[in-house]
């Protein structure tokens, strides 16, 4: 044993918070990466972090972004380690460190930060460990169809949309709140495929299920709010798509702060909705806002491409506008494309995030296609405004007002 792995032995032996603090230290000093990258290449740290530290998402993806820059595809030989060890470790207790609820979460935090093909990997591993029971069968098909939509992956999410129909069919007792979620989970999915009308219907039943009173998280009811936002304006609804908007945007930051990544998704889809509807110069303000919370939380490696956080999509797009008076926006999809084969490419099963973003940007352009006739006015946006800064509504006043005064 080397002098590295004995000090990642004796790192491990720390409890959880401790070893967190030395592992953030290690961020500032670049000769320590292969010691930190030691200690993160066993899932069982991963997972330790993950599940017992308060801020343990924030930090492990910032060690995430390090050693992803540093090598490239750690990330991705995580998920086989995950796949390796897990196959010496069969029939584990749900509230194991490896476990279905922890291998369910690292799923998710593998699809936030756009992880999707490494997201997928563990989320197969959740599933087998769910086994025949329907409602952890579930939570994990609501979180896998999200990551098969986002990165393109169709013939997988058809599937998994089977698979969810048939196991709603006959499964008893589904918490209002998980029903909440695959139907925003199929909004998505349908949004992303250009499929507008079914992406409205299964957003407004998700928008009826939420129920605040329950213990639903928050996490959902925002993103519910941010993604009917999003079909509201392909569906050539303006009002509804505001006041969902604004109101994504107030209660991500009344719950989670200013700076939180539930902010900073909430308001570059605000961002989105001003360049819908023709408010260009406000959307750039908007937009500059958004990456300076993401560089506060993450630093710059953050704002790269092939790392980046947050809507690289609607960066690409947004960028396209600024290339318009020299080319059209495919032109400048190809000049990005360009680039990216410039570059080394992508390294064992990992996405190649650039590529998937483009592929993203057809139902961007529908949606802005849909509703550039309609100009925001400057007194709707000062009373956009108005609404982003004030405390948000009540859940069941969003849904009043969605469903009388803007139907």
Known sequence: ??????????????????????????????ELVHLQLEVLSNPVNVSKILHTEPCGREKMLKFFLILEKSNAGF?????????????????????????????????SFLVETGWYAEASVVLSLARSQAGCRPLELLKTLRVALVAESLS?????????????????????????????????????????????EGSYQHGVMALQLLDDTINCPYETIVGTFRQLAKTCLAMKRPGQAR????QAVSWSRHH???????????????AFYLLAVNAYRDCLKVESEVKDVYFNLFGHLCLQPELAQGNLAFRLYLESYGYKNIGSIDQYMDYVLDLDRG????????????????????????????????MLT????????????????????????FFTKFA
């Open 1 to 30: 044993m080397n002098k590295r792995d004995i000090l990642a032995k004796e790192l491990e032996k720390l409890p959880t918070t401790f070893m967190l603090n030395v592992l953030e230290e290690m961020s500032h000093q670049p």
């Open 75 to 107: 990330v991705w030989n995580l998920t086989e380690q995950y796949q390796t060890v897990m196959a010496l470790l069969p029939n584990l207790p749900d509230g194991h460190l490896l476990g279905f609820s922890n291998n369910l979460e690292l799923g």
């Open 152 to 196: 393109s992956r169709y013939e997988e999410a058809s599937q998994t949309i089977a698979d969810i129909a048939k196991l709603i069919k006959h499964a008893k007792d589904v918490p209002m709140t998980l029903t909440a979620g695959l139907h925003h989970s199929l909004s998505v999915c349908f949004f992303e495929e250009s499929d507008f």
């Open 243 to 246: 006041l969902l908007i604004t």
């Open 256 to 270: 989670f702060g200013a700076v939180s990544v539930p902010y900073a998704e909430a308001l570059e889809d605000f």
């Open 343 to 374: 570059r080394s490419g992508t390294r064992n099963g990992t996405d190649d995030r650039q590529m998937l973003a483009i592929k993203r940007i057809p139902a961007m352009m529908a949606v802005t296609n849909a509703a550039h006739e309609e």
């Open 378 to 401: 400057s007194r709707e946006f000062e009373e956009a405004l108005e609404s982003i800064r004030a405390p948000p509504l009540m859940l069941d006043d969003v849904r009043k007002l």
